[in-house]
């Protein structure tokens, strides 16, 4: 079967607090996404991890991607208010085919 | 702006009653779009993958005489709910791709019936 699991699947933390959130997959596919949604909001993407040893880097959030693991972390620094809301990883279905099979969601809230 | 255009965001209907959901791609021809189902608090169900010009396909458990799905155009692809059932209340998101690209998610459309 394949899977897709993220832990932790909630987070609290305080501001200014640094953490990472794991992405264990069971597929082959060498493409990960990653995404967040804000409750009663559609997703929006924050990161493609396209290849082994990938990292990418946006404001307080740095994505990294280990293939031959099949992990990927989502890594918070200095976490702020601003940045609660549930995140998902996804993996394509089987390499090629652009179908995403998501993670379980790793629900974060940062206190203030 | 938005890439993918969802409608409508929020439905009301009674038992018995057939929906249809609209997902539009604004700025780029789709030829795959897809349907994904979320229940409150959980992560996102993929549906069907729809094709334009071709019938959908169906992932395992989900009924595609209750769930149908058009892909008229390069640009729009419809989901109806038939006969739809308190049971069928969820939120409903639809994603566009184009190649080489991520998805573009739609807002979603929260179903509720009574």
């Known amino acids: 079967e394949l899977k897709v699991e993220q832990n932790p699947l909630f987070l609290s933390m305080q501001e200014g607090k640094n953490y990472t959130i794991y992405c264990n997959y069971s597929?082959?596919?060498?493409?990960l996404y990653w995404y967040r949604q804000d409750p009663g909001k559609s997703l929006e993407s924050l990161f493609v991890?396209?290849?082994?040893?990938a990292v990418k880097q946006e404001g307080r959030l740095m994505a990294s991607l280990d293939t031959k693991a099949r992990l990927s972390t989502l890594h918070i620094t200095a976490a702020v208010h601003d940045l609660s809301a549930t995140y998902f990883c996804a993996v394509d279905k089987a390499s090629g085919t652009y179908k995403y099979i998501f993670g379980t969601g790793t629900r974060l809230k940062v206190l203030a | 702006g938005a890439v993918v255009s969802q409608h409508p965001s929020w439905v009301i209907c009674k038992s018995g009653t057939s929906v249809k959901i609209e997902c539009r791609s604004l700025?780029?021809?789709?030829?795959?779009m897809f349907w994904y189902r979320q229940f409150p608090k959980k992560s996102l169900m993929l549906m069907a993958t729809s094709n334009e010009g071709s019938k959908a396909t169906y992932e395992q458990g989900v009924e595609k005489d209750k769930f149908l799905i058009n892909h008229a155009s390069l640009t729009l692809s419809t989901l109806t709910v038939t006969s739809a059932h308190p049971e069928d209340s969820s939120f409903y998101i639809c994603s566009a791709y184009h190649r080489l690209q991520p998805q573009h998610f739609g807002d979603g459309t929260r179903l509720s019936i009574l």
């Open positions: 700025d780029f021809q789709a030829t795959t």
């Open positions: 597929t082959t596919s060498d493409r």
């Open positions: 991890l396209l290849s082994n040893g």
